[in-house]
């Protein structure tokens, strides 16, 4: 199987800050059903986390010659949370991460890069 990160990407604070406790029970309801119909479809969730507010975020600045406090202050979009899954139709899979996209979050599917991978020629580059 091929592994992808399903990373959520949106207002991540607004769980924190502005959803009634009614929102967010009713949006990890919605999680839920995101990870069972995944399991139901033959996909493997191998890992993942919920991040918490971004007020709580460090940022070593590219360089690595400073760490701020909190996220990038010019994106008003920030990583909420991710999930690892393992999968052989991508496709498919990103038609489970509507279900959670629906939530009002954009949610982008990554292809992890393998360790024989990182050998392989470049695009553009002679094998």
Same mark, same amino acid.
């Given at each position: 199987?091929? =592994? ?17 406790m009614q929102e967010r029970k009713d949006g990890y ?24 507010? @971004? @007020?709580?975020?460090? @940022? ?10 909190? !996220?990038?202050?010019?994106?008003? =979009? ?8 393992? @999968?052989?139709? !991508? ?8 279900i959670i996209a629906a939530l009002g979050d954009g949610v =982008? ?17 002679? !094998?």
């Open positions: 199987m091929t =592994e992808y990160m399903v990373v959520i990407v949106g207002d991540a604070d607004r769980w924190w800050s502005t959803m009634s309801a919605e999680y839920t059903r995101f990870s069972e119909e995944l399991t139901r479809r033959g996909h493997r969730i191998t890992g993942g986390a919920e991040l918490h507010a @971004t @007020t709580e975020a460090r @940022t070593v600045r590219p360089g690595g010659r400073s760490v701020t406090d909190g !996220p990038f202050a010019e994106s008003a =979009e920030h990583v909420g949370g991710f999930y690892m899954v393992e @999968t052989e139709d !991508p496709d498919d899979l990103a038609e489970c991460c509507k =982008e599917i990554r292809r992890t890069v393998r360790p024989e991978e990182r050998s392989a020629p470049t695009q553009g580059q002679a !094998p």
